[in-house]
């Protein structure tokens, strides 16, 4: 049985930093591009980054790019967000995710095989 389990969210100002965490379980990792994913309130669930299964490669989402990391440690089976300077619409559920296609192709939700079930990020003004 596959588990994306996602933690780290919480309520922040403007400006403060997270660090999301996405423990694996059940999938061959190393094979999988990860994701993360979030969807706002009465909004679409968006692309935000993802990393190649060999970590070597990232892809940003523009609203993100410069602010937000993404890293992955296959020995771990973890995937990781580094969030600074966030800002309030930085505000939504982040969602991890894993899927076979190239980490450049996934920034549709129908690439994604698996989902986590999300970790609530808060930024107020």
């Known amino acids: 049985q596959v588990q994306l389990v996602e933690s780290g969210g919480g309520l922040v100002q403007a400006g403060d930093s997270l660090r999301l965490a996405c423990a694996a379980s059940?999938?061959?990792?190393?094979?999988?591009?990860m994701a993360w994913f979030r969807q706002a309130p009465e909004k679409e669930r968006e692309f935000v980054s993802s990393?190649?299964?060999?970590?070597?490669?990232?892809d940003y989402a523009a609203s993100v790019k410069g602010r937000l990391t993404i890293s992955r440690d296959n020995a771990r089976n973890m995937v990781y967000l580094q969030m600074n300077s966030l800002r309030p619409e930085d505000t939504a559920v982040y969602y991890c995710?894993?899927?076979?296609?190239?980490?450049?192709?996934?920034?549709?939700?129908?690439?994604?095989?698996?989902w986590g079930q999300g970790t609530q990020v808060t930024v107020s003004s």
């Open positions: 995710a894993a899927s076979r296609a190239d980490h450049r192709d996934t920034h549709s939700s129908n690439s994604i095989e698996y």
């Open positions: 059940g999938l061959p990792f190393s094979h999988y591009s």
């Open positions: 990393i190649r299964w060999s970590g070597d490669s990232t």
